[in-house]
């Protein structure tokens, strides 16, 4: 089992690039999340999706696209890379809104 | 949002319980309270979460004031492995909006 998987671990990006960060829950969870983390600070909610088809924004979500076309897959786009959104994103899933999250080990992109 | 005080940075003896305070005085009815951990580069770690009653699972203890304006998270025997950042959060139980804080930095003394 194994939980949620997030690829890749590390990515540098040249300002203006485009990609997709994946995400990938294998615990049949309806609910996932993006956060990003910047330098000696808390998580920030950028997207998140309470099922299949359904998204919404979060705290942060200028810059970044979502989709969630299937249970498993949660992928994070960014449009066009800007050096702020050097950070490391973390994917989390739920299986119920009052249940607790489950975290990847997160993905550190750099924009030079 | 509802938002959560927390202290920057505690310090505990190893093998010594460890009582982390959260102060949330905007709590509503429907949010429940989150606690997680962060390791240094690791993604954040689920540990506890409750809404009105106290809560115990094999990682640590929730304790929830009667009028749920303040939370503790004990642990009850503190080891190296435990220094992390601990983050306390409330959550709508009808959302999935979940913003974290600053959180509090445990430094654990051998």
């Known amino acids: 089992n194994a939980g949620v998987t997030q690829t890749p671990k590390f990515q540098v990006l040249k300002t203006g690039q485009s990609m997709t960060l994946q995400c990938a829950q294998d615990m049949n969870h309806e609910y996932m999340s993006w956060y990003r983390q910047d330098p000696g600070m808390g998580l920030r909610l950028i997207h998140y999706?309470?099922?299949?088809?359904?998204?919404d924004q979060g705290e942060v979500p200028n810059g970044y696209n979502v989709s969630r076309s299937t249970t498993e897959d949660f992928p994070l786009r960014l449009l066009s890379a800007a050096p702020s959104q050097t950070s490391v994103y973390f994917c989390?899933?739920?299986?119920?809104?009052?249940?607790?999250?489950?975290f990847g080990s997160g993905t550190r992109l750099t924009v030079v | 949002d509802a938002k959560t005080t927390q202290p920057n940075s505690m310090e505990s003896n190893e093998e010594e319980p460890v009582h982390l305070p959260c102060n949330h005085s905007t709590i509503s009815g429907t949010d429940y309270i989150h606690w997680y951990r962060q390791l240094p580069s690791q993604g954040p770690e689920y540990v506890i979460h409750g809404l009105t009653s106290n809560v115990n699972n094999r990682m640590a203890s929730l304790a929830i004031a009667e009028d749920r304006k303040s939370s503790t998270l004990i642990l009850h025997r503190a080891t190296l492995r435990d220094a992390a950042v601990y983050y306390c959060?409330?959550?709508?139980?009808?959302?999935?909006?979940?913003?974290f804080g600053a959180g509090t930095r445990l430094t654990v003394k051998p």
């Open positions: 959060i409330l959550k709508d139980g009808w959302s999935n909006d979940m913003r």
């Open positions: 999706s309470v099922g299949a088809g359904i998204t």
């Open positions: 989390a899933s739920n299986s119920r809104q009052t249940d607790g999250y489950t």
